[in-house]
């Protein structure tokens, strides 16, 4: 079955440093893709970053990186330079094979993120 | 850009009452989920469909049903509430393209009494 792990349930970070969230997962399947959201307090789900199975190169989005490396499975996200709006709970998502599956998304549980000024 | 509408945002029910969450979209996307998200957890997928006039079971479809009879719509229903229901409701909608993420609505906030 598949499964995502976030072990992190919490984590702090100094304003303006970097910082790695964990996600590892478990899939058979050879095609799939991963997703990162961020949801704030005000509680809507925000995509961050997408990395597909396929994807050789890590993907970026502006101080979003994911850090992938298949053959451990994990999809670990990195902000870069954080900043106070980082505060949030993070989920890792993976996606099931898109056209036998649905395109359904599993989730994590998710990583509370505190920045410190 | 609307993107994912969810209606209501919040309800309070009382055990036993029926009610239907209601999801659109102006996306045109084919596909659509509805989760639902409990304190310490992540989301977990109640239903899902990939086309109008068609739906499919996820992880926690137990006192639920759905309907979708057309493209835009999403429709969740509780027929005989119960407390064990209470959570935040989240739809979601994408395109059949697998590179692209899943759109969330803003949530709907149930609580079962």
């Known amino acids: 079955a598949q499964k995502i792990t976030q072990t992190q349930p919490g984590m702090f970070v100094q304003e303006k440093e970097a910082v790695t969230l964990d996600c590892t997962y478990d899939t058979s399947d050879q095609s799939y893709g991963l997703f990162w959201y961020k949801q704030p307090s005000s509680g809507e789900m925000i995509f961050l970053i997408y990395q597909g199975s396929y994807d050789e190169q890590n993907a970026t989005e502006g101080r979003y990186s994911l850090n992938f490396q298949k053959a451990r499975k994990s999809a670990n996200l990195v902000i870069s330079a954080s900043q106070l709006g980082d505060s949030a709970m993070y989920f890792c998502a993976m996606r099931e094979d898109l056209y036998n599956q649905g395109g359904k998304l599993i989730f994590g549980q998710g990583t509370e993120l505190s920045v410190k000024p | 850009n609307a993107g994912v509408t969810q209606t209501p945002k919040f309800r309070v029910l009382k055990t036993g009452q029926s009610m239907t969450l209601l999801c659109a979209q102006d996306m045109n996307h084919e596909y659509m989920y509805w989760y639902r998200q409990d304190p310490g957890m992540g989301l977990r997928l109640i239903h899902y469909?990939?086309?109008?006039?068609?739906?499919a079971k996820g992880e926690v479809p137990d006192g639920y049903n759905v309907s979708r009879l057309k493209k835009q719509n999403f429709l969740l229903g509780l027929e005989s509430a119960a407390p064990s229901q209470t959570s935040v409701y989240f739809c979601?909608?994408?395109?059949?393209?697998?590179?692209?993420?899943?759109?969330f609505g803003d949530g709907t906030r149930l609580s079962i009494l």
């Open positions: 979601a909608s994408s395109s059949w393209d697998s590179n692209q993420p899943q759109h």
């Open positions: 469909s990939v086309g109008e006039g068609t739906t």
